[in-house]
T-cell receptor
Framework: NAGVTQTPKFQVLKTGQSMTLQCAQD?????MSWYRQDPGMGLRLIHY???????DQGEVPNGYNVSRSTTEDFPLRLLSAAPSQTSVYFC??????????FGEGSWLTVV | AQSVTQLDSQVPVFEEAPVELRCNYS??????LFWYVQYPNQGLQLLLK??????LVKGINGFEAEFNKSQTSFHLRKPSVHISDTAEYFC?????????????FGSGTQLTVLP
């Protein structure tokens, strides 16, 4: 998935810790989003942004914050990690409608 | 609100046999439809998409899907599968109207190709 870069790929956190998942794209895409993937539930939208300075909530926003200060970057912040946030996180971006590119994913474990 | 149902969570099939992965959706507005594939520990790769026009859509790796508006379905098919097709497959929809491009995903179908 050239163009959408997520870091870190793997992370273990203790309950209550905070961290930021980074997402960057170099395709000048206006639209970016974060999904989480849990077994048997597919991918669910956490937050999205339609451009720099504009963000909105998706289906499962609780416990997560986002900001979009530049077109390229869309970090996802966990303020106080909980075991329920153990998941695989995917960042995505698009320019034209419905040509959506996904990053490689970030595997997060909260113990 | 839109939703996606993938009726089969697991589909085992022998190599070189045909396969169909089922997807039904519900929405009060017009939608775009997608199939993604996810190999173990990797991200999602777009297999094919239906935006408009011909209801039979051909994608990568020999897959195709047919959009059936009356049955609100978008089933994925391949006439002869290979071991390398073993992966999880996700059906997804997005609304055609509005500026947002959120996808609503189904719960996924694990395709296992047996030798």
């Amino acid at each position: 998935n050239a163009g959408v870069t997520q870091t870190p790929k793997f992370q273990v956190l203790k309950t209550g810790q905070s961290m930021t998942l980074q997402c960057a794209q170099d395709m000048n895409h206006e639209y970016m989003s974060w999904y989480r993937q849990d077994p048997g539930m597919g991918l669910r939208l956490i937050h999205y942004s339609v451009g720099a300075g504009i963000t909105d909530q998706g289906e499962v926003p609780n416990g997560y914050n986002v900001s979009r200060s530049t077109t390229e970057d869309f970090p996802l912040r966990l303020l106080s990690a909980a075991p329920s946030q153990t998941s695989v996180y995917f960042c995505a971006s698009s320019y034209r409608r419905n040509t959506i590119y996904f990053g490689e994913g970030s595997w997060l474990t909260v113990v | 609100a839109q939703s996606v149902t993938q009726l089969d969570s697991q589909v085992p099939v022998f190599e070189e046999a045909p396969v169909e992965l089922r997807c039904n959706y519900s929405s009060s507005v017009s939608v775009y439809l997608f199939w993604y594939v996810q190999y173990p520990n990797q991200g999602l790769q777009l297999l094919l998409k239906y935006l408009s026009g011909s209801t039979l859509v051909k994608g990568i790796n020999g897959f195709e899907a047919e959009f059936n508006k009356s049955q609100t379905s978008f089933h994925l098919r391949k006439p002869s599968v290979h071991i390398s097709d073993t992966a999880e497959y996700f059906c997804a929809v997005s609304e055609t109207a509005g500026s947002a491009r959120q996808l609503t995903f189904g719960s996924g179908t694990q395709l296992t190709v047996l030798p």
